[in-house]
């Protein structure tokens, strides 16, 4: 593997003016192929948030081992079936987009092909209120909480579905398979607190996360397993999803999943650098370039405010990524039209020159930019729209 460097990244782009983003194609295609390995045989769903750029989301599609698409939004799934991107969309959250219901509910080919989130009797409400109570057979999914519950007092993972136990599961699938216009295709369950928690950062809490992450995934196997068999006795799931990009390998390894979701570690982002399971090569960077020089010791970058969500914290601040050794300034962070660096390599920056960065979330840097430059051999092989750049914005 060649180590990536400043200069290589400024030879291939030295025609383009900063701040710009690009994407380096063989850290992606060596990404996607160690995600593969990771799921053993099991399909990869393709996680288009952590995308969100089409030419991207096909490429990844084309590759062996990666089938079918898992949007998040309905609009989005919309869009996606009409392009004809996957024949296999899932809707990873429920949605309450009257308009774009309406849409699924009269659209064969869209019923077809996209399957909806429940976990609640309230969102099929939800469907009939929007599509009328005479709609034709709408594919759901249920998704179940994956979260840990140690004694039942303390809550650890994402605060999602209200579906825990096997009986709520199989009580939420009866109420479906009693309801027309609703067809039971497939459960979900994300397990956050394994997939998207980092437990190598170097921190004290490193072991703590660790052993917290291998009691968990022992009680949700036991418990997705049960949920699965529950709801397999009287209905047929077409498939049964669950995992992450952080989490592939045990979510692979159990008997009940037919399908695993990734789409981050095809990207690389800054969040996953603190995992002891794997190491994702920087695919996704972003060039700004060098406008005040208010030390010898420091640079001043135009923009770089990307803030990623989640909770606020450092943790969610772009990362100064090539030449090596810069930081950002504590008191002053990556700033909305300026962010400044600091460190041995910025006494050699000068204006004009470009910083290399590194966004905290993997698709969320395609909300700043229009457009991708994708890089290969040392050149920009074609420049590609992102979501933004096609003016999509799916919320």
Known sequence: MTTPNAAGYDQATKDLDPPFAVVDL???????QDLVRRANGVPIRLVSKSIRCRYLIERALAKPGFAGLMCYSL????????????????????SVDHRALRRLATDEHARTTITIMIDSVEHLDVVDAAAGYDHADIRVCIELDASWRP?????????????????????????????????????????????G????????????????????????????????????????????NGGGSGSLETTAAEEAI??????????????????????????ALFALPVVHKPTPGM?????????????????????????????????EGAGE?????????????????????????????AERFTHYHIVAEGRVER?????????????
Not at 166 to 194: C, H, P, S, T
């Open 151 to 195: 004694l039942g007092l303390v809550h650890v993972g994402t605060r999602r579905s209200p579906v825990f136990s096997a009986r709520q599961a199989v009580d939420l699938a009866r109420k479906v398979l009693a309801r027309n216009g609703f067809r039971l295709a497939g459960l979900m369950a994300y397990e956050g607190q394994i997939a």
């Open 26 to 32: 063989a850290a992606f295609d060596a990404n996607a």
């Open 337 to 365: 039209v300026q962010t400044p660096v600091r460190g041995k390599a910025a006494r050699d920056l000068r204006l004009g020159d470009r910083v290399w960065l590194r966004h905290a979330k993997a698709g969320e840097l």
């Open 258 to 283: 037919t399908e695993v979701a990734a789409g981050s570690g095809l990207i690389g982002s800054t969040l996953f650098d603190g995992y002891s399971r794997f190491h994702p090569r920087p695919a």
């Open 383 to 395: 420049t590609v729209e992102t979501y933004r750049g096609e003016g999509r914005n799916f919320g």
């Open 197 to 240: 928690f980092p437990d190598a950062t170097g921190a004290r809490s490193d072991r703590a996360v660790r052993w917290m992450q291998r009691r968990s995934a022992h009680e949700l196997t036991r418990r997705r397993a049960a949920a699965v068999a529950a709801v397999r006795e009287i209905a047929e799931l077409a498939f049964v």
């Open 75 to 94: 609009a989005e799934a919309l869009w996606h079936a009409e392009l004809g991107t996957s024949d296999d969309i899932l809707v990873a959250y429920p």
């Open 299 to 331: 640079a001043t970058l135009f923009a770089g405010g990307y803030i990623a969500s989640g909770p606020a914290s450092a943790s969610r601040l772009p990362s100064p990524y090539l030449p090596a050794g810069l930081k950002l300034l504590p008191f």
